[in-house]
Antibody, heavy 122, light 107 residues
Framework: QLQLQESGPGLVKSSETLSLTCTVS??????????WGWVRQPPGKGLQWLGS???????YYNPSLNSRVTISVDKSKNQFSLGLNSVTAADTAVYYC??????????????WGQGTLVTVSS | EIVMTQSPATLSVSPGERATLSCRAS??????LAWYQQKPGQGPRLLVY???TRATGIPARFSGSGSVTDFTLTISSLQSEDFAVYYC?????????FGQGTRVEIK
């Protein structure tokens, strides 16, 4: 069973860079068919896709983040990472790492980490 | 960006009753629509994909329907564990986008 686990600082200062890592276990990140991504949820609010990355490094970022987001993969560690620069209080959220919905043979599945709360302080 | 609009924001239902949740896309998304359930302190759980296919392990009381721009999630007979927030999400165009959620609460 694939498992994803987020890690990183729970408190980041305003204007600095938020950095999180997702460790994948129970499967390899080294797959040509899967993407890996990040979703966030501000307290009491809805969900927002931040971006995703493929095995080969192809990235898709949410344009609403104005180029502040970077996602990378470390195949040797079976991890992928999120960077979000110039953070403000509006970036305070629970951040989830996700293996996005993938469909094969008519069956689709996704995997989510448990989420980690990151608070941006002034 | 495709905007997903869910209604109602809150639905008050008695256990055993039917709940009907709606989701509308701002443009055609074919059948590339998923429904998620989220309980407090937990991540989202996939219920339905392809607008109408239940994910593995999801009870038959959950059913999805619709296509193009209008979609519905029906819970035929609400159980206590079904009281939660439900989100629709389109995966037809990047960025994938979620609706704002419908909270299903006990009446």
């Amino acid at each position: 069973q694939l498992q994803l686990q987020e890690s990183g600082p729970g408190l980041v200062k305003s204007s600095e860079t938020l950095s999180l890592t997702c460790t994948v276990s129970g499967g390899s990140i080294n797959s040509r068919i899967y993407y890996w991504g990040w979703v966030r949820q501000p307290p009491g609010k809805g969900l927002q896709w931040l971006g995703s990355i493929s095995y080969s490094g192809t990235t898709y970022y949410n344009p609403s983040l104005n180029s502040r987001v970077t996602i990378s993969v470390d195949k040797s560690k079976n991890q992928f990472s999120l960077g979000l620069n110039s953070v403000t209080a509006a970036d305070t959220a629970v951040y989830y790492c996700v293996r996005p919905l993938y469909c094969s043979g008519g069956t689709c599945i996704d995997y989510w980490g448990q989420g980690t709360l990151v608070t941006v302080s002034s | 960006e495709i905007v997903m609009t869910q209604s109602p924001a809150t639905l008050s239902v008695s256990p055993g009753e039917r709940a009907t949740l709606s989701c509308r896309a701002s443009q055609s998304i074919s059948s590339n629509l998923a429904w998620y359930q989220q309980k407090p302190g937990q991540g989202p759980r996939l219920l339905v994909y392809g607008a109408s296919t239940r994910a593995t392990g999801i009870p038959a009381r959950f059913s999805g329907s619709g296509s193009v721009t209008d979609f519905t999630l029906t819970i035929s007979s609400l159980q206590s564990e079904d009281f939660a927030v439900y989100y629709c999400q389109q995966y037809n165009n990047w960025p994938w986008t979620f609706g704002q959620g419908t909270r299903v609460e006990i009446k």
